[in-house]
């Protein structure tokens, strides 16, 4: 009789030590703030022989 008292007592109190979550939707709307700038630059560096060869050999 003693373990059946001490088994439901020990069963109410792992059943009270459970953990709650809660969902709700926010108060505000949320709010996705995007400000991306991409900027990119080509540099091309052709040395002088090639440079030359190619003023030279016009299509």
Request: charged share 25%.
């Amino acid at each position: 009789m003693n373990r059946l008292i001490i088994l439901i007592a020990m069963l109410f109190l792992s059943a009270a030590c459970t953990p709650t979550v809660k969902v709700e939707a926010p108060d505000k709307p949320i709010e996705i703030n995007m400000n991306i700038n991409i900027k990119h630059e080509i540099l091309i560096k052709v040395e002088k022989q090639v440079e030359e060869l190619l003023e030279d050999d016009l299509f």
